[in-house]
């Protein structure tokens, strides 16, 4: 892995960040309380950057599958809707008590859920189109910290500080599956989109116990939610986990202030780096899987290139 550019215009913690499906854009979420817009291809910020209207540090920021949308997700309580071919606001969704965690799209975009952390503790589901609230779930004990949409649209994963996984319906509001992954919380979770099975899934997740943990999600079986691999190799807290395009490589970011990329055929580690001086806060994958980009309360977001070793070529 080789750095190609570092990215600095935060004047705060670099929470987390995302590439467009459709662009070479990349949106980093500040907890100086702004979302900046950068060009992936030549590190630079766009004219149109930063993007202000949040109120309290921005935890998320993820565009639609389809590009057209940017979700911001802040401890204001609010998540904020931003066109990307004006980068303006063009809504908000309010509901949380305090701090929304993060926020993802479904699939097909008609969707966003978004977790609720500071004492808030709840999953909510959102209309895109409409802006509204269609459900609330109140299953976990303490704060949300990450959801994600399975590829069949319904499912969703969840994951708290206390540790627990829990499998929803987005639209019944029905508990499948709850079950204890993480010591001292689970702190992101991915599923992966490649499997067309309505039944079958593979999650990844991470949390504060230092662990990379894969989980076969099997809908028809007894056991629904099965441990698979448990990877190690980071030395502290791991904080985000994001799947490559070809869904051969899972890259993590840690407290340890590295970056591992892991093989998922065989759970080794592919590459390691120190990536910045202070924690990673969130790293992921490039839609073509040539990069990564990285971003830590350092201040930073750094690019990196996977070519020079042909890891994903």
């Known amino acids: 892995m080789s750095l190609l550019y570092v990215c600095q215009g935060h004047d705060g913690d670099v929470n987390y960040c995302e590439w467009s499906p459709v662009s070479p854009y990349i949106a980093t ?9 950068w060009n992936g291809c030549t590190g630079q910020e766009l004219p149109q950057s930063p993007l202000r209207g949040h109120t309290y540090y921005v935890n998320s920021c993820v565009f639609s599958p389809n590009g057209d949308l940017l979700a911001s997700s802040s401890s204001d309580g609010s998540i904020k809707l931003w066109s990307t071919t004006t980068w303006k606001c063009i809504g908000s969704l309010i509901g949380h008590k305090i701090s ?3 926020c993802c799209f479904s699939p097909d975009g008609s969707l966003i859920a978004s977790a609720g952390g500071g004492g808030d503790e709840s999953l909510r589901i959102w209309d895109a189109n409409a802006m509204t609230c269609i459900n609330t779930f109140d299953k976990h004990e303490c704060s949300v910290n990450c959801c994600s949409f399975a590829s ?7 994951g708290g500080s206390s540790g627990e996984i829990i499998l929803s319906d987005a639209f019944s509001n029905r508990c499948i599956k709850k079950m204890f ?6 702190s992101w979770l991915q599923f992966a989109l490649t499997y067309t099975s309505e039944t079958i899934f593979l999650l990844a997740s991470v949390g504060l116990d230092d662990t990379v943990k894969l989980w076969n999600v099997d809908l028809s079986s007894k056991a629904i939610l099965k441990l698979g691999l448990t990877l190690q190799g980071h030395s502290a807290a791991v904080y985000s986990c994001h799947f490559s395009p070809d869904f051969k490589y899972l890259v993590t970011g840690s ?41 830590s309360n350092d201040k930073t ?11 994903m070529l």
């Open 29 to 37: 979420a500040g907890g100086d309380k702004v979302i900046r817009i």
């Open 100 to 102: 929304v965690k993060m």
């Open 152 to 158: 069949v649209g319904w499912l969703l994963a969840s």
């Open 181 to 186: 992954a993480h010591d001292m919380g689970v």
């Open 255 to 295: 407290a340890d202030k590295s970056v591992i990329v892991w093989s998922l055929v065989d759970g080794r580690v592919v590459n390691k780096i120190d990536a910045h001086s202070r924690y990673v806060t969130f790293c992921c994958f490039s839609p073509c899987g040539k990069k990564i980009a990285s971003t």
């Open 301 to 311: 977001m750094k690019i990196w290139s996977l070519e020079p070793k042909g890891m």
